[in-house]
């Protein structure tokens, strides 16, 4: 059984920094991209990061770049996503997916999905 669980949110101010990780069990995690999307109330879900197993590339939204990164752990089977200079705009459910094959900015491209975790900024 797929399992995808993340962690690590909750409520921080203006600037301040989060890490959230993604514990994931059920597949073989190594050999799936990792992603982490994002999704603000009235909005529909957006790629945030994503980190492709083949090479280990990253992308990332023009939003986050140079503020968030995101990395993993293989023997844990753990993502993280590492969040500084947070923004107010930034508050969101942050959900992690996991995708075998295709474009890893793309939300219909994941296989697999988180129940997600409330990040919250403000002062």
């Known amino acids: 059984q797929v399992q995808l669980v993340e962690s690590g949110g909750g409520l921080v101010q203006p600037g301040g920094s989060l890490r959230l990780s993604c514990a994931a069990s059920?597949?073989?995690?190594?050999?799936?991209?990792m992603g982490w999307f994002r999704q603000a109330p009235g909005k529909e879900r957006e790629f945030v990061a994503a980190?492709?197993?083949?090479?280990?590339?990253?992308y990332y939204a023009d939003f986050v770049k140079g503020r968030f990164t995101i990395s993993s752990d293989n023997a844990k089977k753990t993502v993280y996503l590492q969040m500084n200079s947070l923004r107010l705009e930034d508050t969101a459910v942050y959900y992690c997916?996991?995708?075998?094959?295709?474009?890893?900015?793309?939300?219909?491209?994941?296989?697999?999905w988180g129940q997600g975790t409330q990040v919250t900024v403000s002062s």
């Open positions: 997916a996991a995708q075998l094959y295709g474009d890893a900015t793309i939300r219909g491209k994941y296989d697999y």
């Open positions: 059920g597949f073989t995690f190594s050999t799936y991209t």
């Open positions: 980190r492709r197993w083949s090479g280990g590339y990253t």
